[in-house]
């Protein structure tokens, strides 16, 4: 059956109301489940899950190191379970918190990651950040953080995502108010903030669907290139999945200053590629990479709360403006929504459905590797 | 009517003297007599009477509620942190607000006392609230 781009859209539209109310709904969920025995012991703290909830850990990675005083690990399950669990190293017990995420819970490389981590690292904590609490990832865990939200239709993953970076969040803060690496009315002045950018988020869908048309306008080239740092590199993994899972894209990913090594000796050599640009520590370097693509002959959509820079004016072909990012850290929260009404855009524009749906030629095949990697997966 | 004090504790304990602040607004109000009412809105912190003159004394006080009420994980609270639930007991033991009097514009207190705010989750910004009664104004 046709995976419909409504399906997406209804999701987008979706987000102010998530900001509004889920996030308090998860941060108290996270209070109510983690307390200080739990973590007060806890130093290194890694991260499993697979494609959004990778994504959510690698975007959330300065935030961790920002409000608690953890070493911060983000492994992809299937790394976890085959290389990585036999070389966690502690030095006293009890020291090692293993966060599994997973939207559906079902994740069968997360589950087994899990319980490959608890053989070896026998003292460890185990909790999981999912959205079905009686799902088998649940079920191997210690402690299981209810991300659960309203059903709006599970794919793409996009609600799926947000609410994992709200998890995150909390745990980060929650982290860091128990070890006494931040102090709790600073932690309770960022939870308060989320929920009031609801209508930033709104504003963010709103920008970004008025220059559809000079997205569109674009050339799409066979490669489509999102850079980013910091916690908008996880950005950047995100948006660039959505574009392939929404628009079929041959999408790549990649951190701001590795691109300068290596992508921009890469053809096709005016590709599009989509920068994730806030102010901070790497708006300077986002410049650098932007002039640099841009003499080479590529075109650039902008991400930025800067958008008057004046050399982002002159130069990016297209300029999202995302107001409000009061803080780099948390810019995380917003630089990720554009990529879903573009990847919508191009798919109109493709006229294909989501996740090749609508290809009959591979039907057949598509849908037998779907059911066995689900069953697998 | 109500006037609010803004303090800012450095630490995590820490005792704040009230006396010059709450002169000021005496001051400031033109009183001669009255009852001046000092009072605490904050539910992990605490207000008292007792002697500034030398700090040791304040240590000795904040480090004997440390001792009586010792911040655990064991708490029956564990929304907040265990320092937030200890900092709730000790404001019970401790208490929110003070009473004294005012007379020739001056705040009546002894010689080495001082209205104390105690600090037992800081650093944070505080406020305290003061009010007058009875009050008569300097002609």
Same mark, same amino acid.
């Given at each position: 059956?046709?995976?419909?781009?409504?399906?997406?859209?209804?999701?987008?539209?979706?987000?102010?109301?998530?900001?509004?109310?889920?996030?308090?709904?998860?941060?108290?969920?996270?209070?109510? *489940?983690?307390?200080?025995?739990?973590?007060?012991?806890?130093?290194?703290?890694?991260?499993?899950?697979?494609?959004?909830?990778?994504?959510?850990?690698?975007?959330?990675?300065?935030?961790?190191?920002?409000?608690?005083?953890?070493?911060?690990?983000?492994?992809?399950?299937?790394?976890?379970?085959?290389?990585?669990?036999?070389?966690?190293?502690?030095?006293?017990?009890?020291?090692?918190?293993?966060?599994?995420?997973?939207?559906?819970?079902?994740?069968?490389?997360?589950?087994?990651?899990?319980?490959?981590?608890?053989?070896?690292?026998?003292?460890?904590?185990?909790? #999981?950040?999912?959205?079905?609490?009686?799902?088998?990832?649940?079920?191997?865990?210690?402690?299981?953080?209810?991300?659960?939200?309203?059903?709006?239709?599970? =794919?793409?993953?996009?609600?799926? !995502?947000?609410?994992?970076?709200?998890?995150?969040?909390?745990?980060?803060?929650?982290?860091?108010?128990?070890?006494?690496?931040?102090?709790?009315?600073?932690?309770? +002045?960022?939870?308060?903030?989320?929920?009031?950018?609801?209508?930033?988020?709104?504003?963010?869908?709103?920008?970004?669907?008025?220059?559809?048309?000079?997205?569109?306008?674009?050339?799409?080239?066979?490669?489509?290139?999102?850079?980013?740092?910091?916690?908008?590199?996880?950005?950047?993994?995100?948006?660039?999945?959505?574009?392939?899972?929404?628009?079929?894209?041959?999408?790549?990913?990649?951190?701001?200053?590795?691109?300068?090594? #290596?992508?921009?000796? =890469?053809?096709?050599?005016?590709?599009?590629?989509?920068? #994730? +640009?806030?102010?901070?520590?790497?708006?300077?370097?986002?410049?650098?990479?932007?002039? #640099? =693509?841009?003499?080479?002959?590529?075109?650039?959509?902008?991400?930025?709360?800067?958008?008057?820079?004046?050399?982002?004016?002159? *130069?990016?072909?297209?300029?999202?403006?995302?107001?409000?990012?009061?803080?780099?850290?948390?810019?995380?929260?917003?630089? !990720?929504?554009?990529?879903?009404?573009?990847?919508? +855009?191009?798919?109109?524009?493709?006229?294909?459905?989501?996740?090749?749906?609508?290809?009959?030629?591979?039907?057949?095949?598509?849908?037998?590797?779907?059911?066995?990697?689900?069953?697998?997966? | 009517?109500?006037?609010?004090?803004?303090?800012?504790?450095?630490?995590?304990?820490?005792?704040?003297?009230?006396?010059?602040?709450?002169?000021?607004?005496?001051?400031?109000?033109?009183?001669? &007599?009255?009852? @001046?009412?000092?009072?605490?809105?904050?539910?992990?912190?605490?207000?008292?009477?007792?002697?500034?003159?030398?700090?040791?004394?304040?240590?000795?006080?904040?480090?004997?509620?440390?001792?009586?009420?010792? &911040?655990?994980?064991?708490?029956?609270?564990?929304?907040?942190?265990?320092?937030?639930?200890?900092?709730?007991?000790?404001?019970? %033991?401790?208490?929110?607000?003070?009473?004294?009097?005012?007379?020739?514009?001056?705040? @009546?207190?002894?010689?080495?006392?001082?209205? %104390?705010?105690?600090?037992?989750?800081?650093?944070?910004?505080?406020?305290?609230?003061?009010?007058?009664?009875? &009050?008569?104004?300097?002609?």
């Amino acid at each position: 059956m046709p995976l419909d781009l409504d399906l997406a859209r209804n999701q987008l539209f979706s987000l102010p109301e998530l900001y509004k109310s889920n996030f308090s709904i998860i941060d108290h969920k996270i209070r109510n *489940t983690l307390n200080a025995s739990d973590l007060l012991g806890i130093k290194q703290v890694i991260i499993v899950g697979n494609g959004d909830s990778y994504f959510a850990g690698m975007a959330s990675v300065q935030t961790f190191q920002r409000y608690t005083s953890c070493i911060y690990k983000v492994v992809q399950s299937m790394r976890f379970f085959a290389y990585e669990h036999a070389f966690i190293k502690e030095y006293s017990p009890g020291q090692t918190l293993i966060l599994g995420i997973s939207a559906s819970g079902e994740s069968k490389r997360v589950v087994q990651a899990l319980q490959e981590g608890r053989k070896s690292v026998p003292g460890s904590k185990i909790f #999981v950040i999912c959205g079905n609490p009686d799902s088998s990832v649940a079920r191997v865990a210690d402690k299981v953080i209810d991300v659960s939200i309203p059903d709006k239709g599970t =794919a793409p993953g996009i609600r799926s !995502y947000t609410a994992s970076l709200f998890g995150l969040l909390g745990i980060a803060l929650r982290l860091g108010e128990l070890q006494g690496k931040i102090h709790l009315h600073e932690a309770n +002045a960022v939870r308060s903030s989320i929920p009031l950018l609801a209508p930033h988020v709104e504003k963010v869908i709103n920008n970004s669907l008025q220059l559809i048309e000079k997205i569109k306008a674009l050339p799409l080239r066979n490669v489509f290139t999102v850079v980013g740092s910091g916690n908008n590199y996880g950005t950047a993994l995100f948006s660039a999945a959505k574009f392939v899972e929404i628009a079929g894209l041959n999408a790549t990913s990649q951190d701001l200053e590795e691109w300068l090594h #290596v992508e921009r000796f =890469a053809y096709p050599l005016d590709s599009t590629v989509l920068v #994730v +640009a806030p102010m901070g520590k790497s708006f300077i370097h986002a410049k650098k990479m932007i002039k #640099v =693509a841009k003499t080479i002959g590529h075109h650039i959509i902008c991400l930025t709360d800067n958008p008057d820079d004046r050399f982002i004016t002159e *130069t990016v072909d297209v300029c999202i403006p995302i107001y409000e990012v009061y803080d780099e850290l948390f810019s995380n929260l917003l630089m !990720y929504i554009p990529s879903i009404p573009f990847a919508i +855009a191009y798919a109109e524009r493709l006229e294909r459905m989501m996740f090749m749906s609508d290809n009959v030629e591979i039907k057949d095949s598509r849908q037998a590797l779907s059911k066995r990697l689900k069953e697998e997966m | 009517m109500i006037e609010i004090i803004k303090i800012k504790s450095n630490m995590q304990y820490e005792c704040l003297n009230l006396n010059q602040m709450i002169q000021e607004v005496i001051s400031k109000r033109g009183l001669k &007599t009255g009852v @001046c009412i000092i009072y605490n809105p904050h539910s992990t912190a605490g207000l008292f009477i007792n002697s500034y003159l030398d700090p040791k004394t304040l240590l000795d006080i904040m480090d004997t509620i440390r001792s009586l009420v010792p &911040t655990r994980i064991d708490f029956h609270h564990q929304f907040d942190t265990p320092s937030d639930a200890a900092g709730h007991i000790k404001s019970v %033991l401790v208490g929110n607000s003070e009473t004294v009097l005012v007379e020739n514009g001056s705040l @009546c207190i002894g010689g080495s006392q001082g209205i %104390l705010f105690a600090e037992f989750d800081g650093p944070r910004e505080r406020e305290v609230w003061i009010t007058f009664l009875n &009050t008569e104004e300097a002609r």
